[in-house]
């Protein structure tokens, strides 16, 4: 007794047998296209760029003189120290702390009255220095401005 096939399973093999027929052609394809080593091999030139060219014997290499190496950081030029001048825009002697609004800018500053060289009252004008403390800057040697 012979199996019939209906017209969709007819189609569904003709689709198989194509795929297996386009999947062998590409098989094929790569085979034939397949590259020599010398079309795989990348080059790395002085600048750390990747190039297909190999890098020339001849290149004349610089000199280096050892003692011109220099292994730390330059002298600062003497500066003149920058005196910053902030109005005092909240203290709570109480607790011991404030905070000083620059003058020359929006920052407010925190400072605490270990910091306080002079007696400071709210809204006075002082002349501080800044010091990098573990939440941002904080103004140390505050002193009311005469």
């Not at 001048?85 to 003058?103: H, Q, S």
């Amino acid at each position: 007794m012979a199996k019939s096939m209906t017209a969709g399973k007819r189609e569904n093999e003709k689709k198989r047998l194509a795929k297996r027929e386009e999947k062998l052609k590409r098989k094929e394809g790569r085979k034939s296209t397949k590259g020599s080593f010398d079309d795989m091999i990348a080059y790395v030139d002085e600048y750390g760029m990747i190039t297909s060219t190999p890098p020339e014997e001849n290149i004349k290499k610089q000199e280096i003189n050892v003692e011109e190496i220099m292994i730390s950081t330059p002298k600062k030029e003497d500066e003149e120290p920058v005196i910053l001048r902030g109005r005092v825009e909240f203290f709570n002697e109480a607790r011991g702390f404030g905070f000083i609004k620059d003058l020359a800018g929006i920052e407010k500053y925190f400072f605490h009255v270990n910091n306080v060289v002079t007696e400071v009252k709210e809204g006075n004008i002082v002349t501080f220095d800044l010091e990098r403390g573990a939440k941002g800057m904080n103004a140390v040697n505050i002193n009311l401005e005469r």
